[in-house]
């Protein structure tokens, strides 16, 4: 306790909507999450930002609040981050600066819309035909593949994705992967390796930029190397 | 115009409503909050429970659910779960869901609470989101076809209602507020009464709004005095964190200090179960200790968190900054699961035709207390089974009357609903907290305030001690009185609760 800090936040009412700057005083203590201390700012009656002016509660997304979700990720002093292993402490400087993931579009405030993650695993057709064929010697890798929160973090620093653009990322190729090996071959494993070509393998540049930031440490670099064996190389 | 099933809620209840419904060529609009990603399936540690073992049996899993459940669970209902159970694990395989295995194609059991037997089918430490990947997988499959919709960031908004039952529903959009109105079936897998309560170890998008809006148009509930305290969760900021029972299934243990040194109050006292005996006998023993408990895991050898306990290692090293590696867990009970919610019959159908219940946010299968593993369990049978009702009732006619939506709660209503609740439904309950409790919330506005009555009517009314209900003043389990159902409805002037015969075993 009697850790204080400020959050400065980038807020927006709608789509379309000019943003602005407004600063909040947190007194939530340094074992407090960024999503703790929003959470403790919106339940103020009545919310007063930190010159006593009134505010509209701070739109933003959060579920989970143990990093399981992916749903509270934003920028956090400039970086991708989740909200909920986001710890102030770690920004002895005391002012935390908060703004919404820059590459989708926003909503309102901190939320942004990233329909278009779903939208692209549609599009790379990444399910099975048939039973899922379970081979040990891959389960680790594979387990990983699958625990990608969807979250966004890897996007946000990519030089190539754009919500705008059909590249998917790295996620993509992350969660690629398992489906990609459990798949038994045939005609739909070669549709899902001809879309990861389009949708993955072709608009990546190779600037490792997704490698390091992913909030659950998931081998990212691993994952896109075994995902571009299967679905390039024929493994 | 073909038949349409719509589900409200897209965790692992609504997928597989969604799911069976679109396996059989009928469309089904999946909506949510959120997408599936973020519901709070994903959080599922400790894994799913099916009678595998060679030593086991689903007759021996019906009599441990019913038995934790202390008699309250419909046995025709739970009867078809159990048996189904070994054919679900199967499908969950084929979907491509990593467990662990041991040899080629058979996964790996561990022990959970309340069960002698290893049961458990467990991917690490991360069963629930294991699960909902593939199952959101074989979702997306049907979405490209076109047989599934999702309405992602809408919320439900109010039942359509005709002559003869529920006729479809509204939802509206997040932020613009922009309303659609749907016909068709409706089956509701929105999860548990979290929000009742806020700072549970569940999501915070499982607020309870969607239970509390059906309650206020007449829907009853059963069973919603019981809540389960989980007796392994710890303070962190802003909710409680689930020490998961997988920790002690590989072997942790509950103590206290005694003149500085560990006792093993669990062990001591239930030499048979120890400390994998039923949530509700470990919470109420907690509660009646009085003291500080910790969970020591450090005899654990490091193979155990590396590949069977990782996220349960991880969570602890983020957000309790405690290695369990090196020192015990502090605990506390926490609440964790609600047995009860809106009252279905053995094949998910509500009192309103047309209008089904899946998932935590029924009341079916846990009876007065919950066996770790079976809600997962029960999430995909009832929605398979929610979906299979609604496809053989078929759609009412179009024409009913769409309901006015709630208005949402503000955040000072909020939090006194919360604080009043935590109030009245502690582990132990009494008359006059109960009577208490409802008499503060009368003074709020909106249906969760109302919800909240419904619950502590049931509690007050429920005068004995059973599974996760502990009344003070009425310390005995009375099962002539008792030995039923609690069923609350609402006629838009008065909360009432009456107890219902509990079907016999076919
Ligand atoms: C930390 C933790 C660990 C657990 N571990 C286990 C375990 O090991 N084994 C086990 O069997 N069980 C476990 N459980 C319990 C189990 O996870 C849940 O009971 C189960 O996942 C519930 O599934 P569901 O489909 O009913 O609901 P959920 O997965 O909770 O989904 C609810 C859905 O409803 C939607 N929704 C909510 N409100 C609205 C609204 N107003 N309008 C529209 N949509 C709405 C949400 O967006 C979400 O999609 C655990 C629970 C927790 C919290
Ligand atoms: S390697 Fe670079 S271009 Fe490729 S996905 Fe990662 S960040 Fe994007
Ligand atoms: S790979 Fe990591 S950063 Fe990218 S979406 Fe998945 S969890 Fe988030
Ligand atoms: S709230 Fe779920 S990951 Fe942060």
Redo the contacts between chains.
Sequence with gaps: MGFRCSLKIKRQE?PGAAPYWQTFSSE??G???V??AL?EI????PLTDLDGGRAM?I?W???????????CAMRVNGAPRLAC?AFLSEFPGGEIVLEPLGKFPV??DL?VDR?VI?ER??QA?????E??Y?S?RR?EV??QS?????CGCCLEVCPNFGAAEDFGGALLSVNAY??LE?SSGGGHKKEMSEAYRKLYFSGCGGSLACHQICPLELPVEELLLRSNAVAVWGR | MSARAIVVGSGLAGLFAALEAAEQGVPAALISV??S????S??AEGGINAALGEDDSTENHYNDTMAAGRFLADPNAVCKLTAAAPGIVRRL????V?FN?RG??EPELRYFGGQKIKRTVF??S?SG??IM??VI??A??Y??RGLIT?Y?RHAFAGLAVGDNGCTGCSIRKA?SGEMTYLHGSVIIAAGGMHGLFGGTTG???NSGAVTAALFRTGVPLANGEFIQYHPTTAA????R?LISEAARGEGGRLFVLRDGKPYYFMEDRYPELGNLSPRDVISREMWSLGEQVYLDLTGLPDEVFRARLSDTLD?CL??L?IDPRQNPIPVAPGVHYFMGGIFVDENHRTAFPGLYAAGECCCQYHGANRLGGNSLLGAIFGGIAAAHSALADGPQAIGGEYLPPDTEQ???DR?ATQTIVRDALGIARDRAELENGIATLEGLPGSMPLLARAIMTGALERRESRGAHLRTDYLEQNDTGFRKTTVVSYDGGTISARFENIPERR
């Excluded at chain 1, 919106?42 to 009656?45: A, E, F, I, S």
């Excluded at chain 1, 699958?146 to 969807?150: E, P, S």
């Excluded at chain 2, 990603?37 to 709070?40: F, G, I, K, L």
């Excluded at chain 2, 395989?93 to 491509?96: A, I, S, T, V, W």
């Design positions: 709608k939530a203590g074992e407090a999450t999503a703790a959470r919106n339940d103020r009656t509660p739109s997304e959060c579920a989970c609040l143990q990093r399981k979700c992916g749903a292993s909503i309102s939320t329909s779903f695993m549609k057709r990444l399910w099975l035909e039973k899922a379970l040990g389960h594979s387990y699958a625990r990608c929160l969807m398992r489906t459990q | 959120r997408p990603e973020r519901a709070q994903v959080m395989l084929d979907l491509g990593l295995m080629h194609d991917a690490q991360g989101k294991q990947s593939a997988q074989e997306r499959k979405e490209a999702r992602d932020y999501s915070l998008d962190m900021p802003g909710k964190l969570d983020t957000h900054r503000s955040a000072e939090i």
